[in-house]
């Protein structure tokens, strides 16, 4: 069975532009979160959804939005890219239920320049 | 807000040696306290965890400790070997049926010399 699945694996954007990172989470998993880790640090939350809806946001602008498909994938958007932004975006999938393990997938390395 | 703080940011051990990480979380509602190893291009992978009905666990040469009073958890690692050389980070969560979010500690680095 796969694991968390992410694509791209690297992607340089340029100031200003927007990128989609996508996420598809283990068989059977209908929660995804998203994290950003920037060089250096641990991983921030960005944002959680099960079956389909959000159900926690972390401490970032607007210019991140995110969606669950039916399938239970997933999508980050970034609009309005800056040079902060660059950084490991992981994804990570889990059943649903105390006692269950999150497993994060291999991340997308953004850099913008 | 919620937060978790984590030390020391390095560590270096001799072979053989033990390593002890300290972790404090802010939010006293948090019941779940993973732990992961994240080596330099990987992802973080899980190594161990405790919840908050629990004082301690053991996994062979990794053991965690919780100190719900405290709000401190801590990881010790013994008999430490070069493989364990790694960036360790600590997490807290409120563990919930449908909602979950990890908040991670800045993370340790490990050296572990031959």
């Known amino acids: 069975d796969a694991g968390v699945t992410q694509s791209p694996t690297h992607l340089i954007k340029t100031r200003g532009q927007h990128v989609t990172l996508r996420c598809s989470p283990i068989?059977?998993?209908?929660?995804v979160s998203w994290y950003q880790q920037v060089l250096g640090q641990g991983p921030q939350f960005i944002f959680q959804?099960?079956?389909?809806?959000?159900?926690g946001r972390g401490n970032f602008p607007d210019r991140f939005s995110a969606r669950q498909f039916p399938n239970y994938s997933s999508e980050l958007n970034v609009n309005a890219l800056l040079l902060g932004d660059s950084a490991l975006y992981l994804c990570?999938?889990?059943?649903?239920?105390?006692?269950?393990?999150?497993?994060f997938g291999p991340g997308t390395r953004l850099t913008v320049t | 807000g919620e937060n978790v703080e984590q030390h020391p940011s390095t560590l270096s051990v001799q072979e053989g040696d033990s390593a002890v990480i300290k972790c404090t979380y802010s939010?006293?509602?948090?019941?779940?306290f993973p732990w992961y190893k994240q080596e330099l291009g990987k992802r973080p992978q899980l190594i161990i965890d405790?919840?908050?009905?629990?004082g301690e666990k053991k996994d062979q040469r990794i053991a965690v400790t919780l100190n719900k009073t405290a709000k401190h958890f801590s990881l010790h690692i013994t008999e430490t070997q070069p493989e364990d050389s790694a960036v360790y980070f600590c997490?807290?969560?409120?563990?919930?049926?449908?909602?979950?979010?990890?908040?991670f500690g800045s993370g340790t680095r490990l050296l572990v010399r031959p």
């Open positions: 068989s059977g998993h209908k929660s």
């Open positions: 997490a807290a969560s409120k563990e919930m049926d449908s909602s979950y979010k990890l908040i």
């Open positions: 405790i919840r908050s009905n629990v």
């Open positions: 990570a999938s889990r059943l649903p239920g105390q006692g269950s393990e999150q497993y």
């Open positions: 939010d006293s509602a948090s019941n779940y």
């Open positions: 959804y099960y079956e389909k809806e959000e159900r």
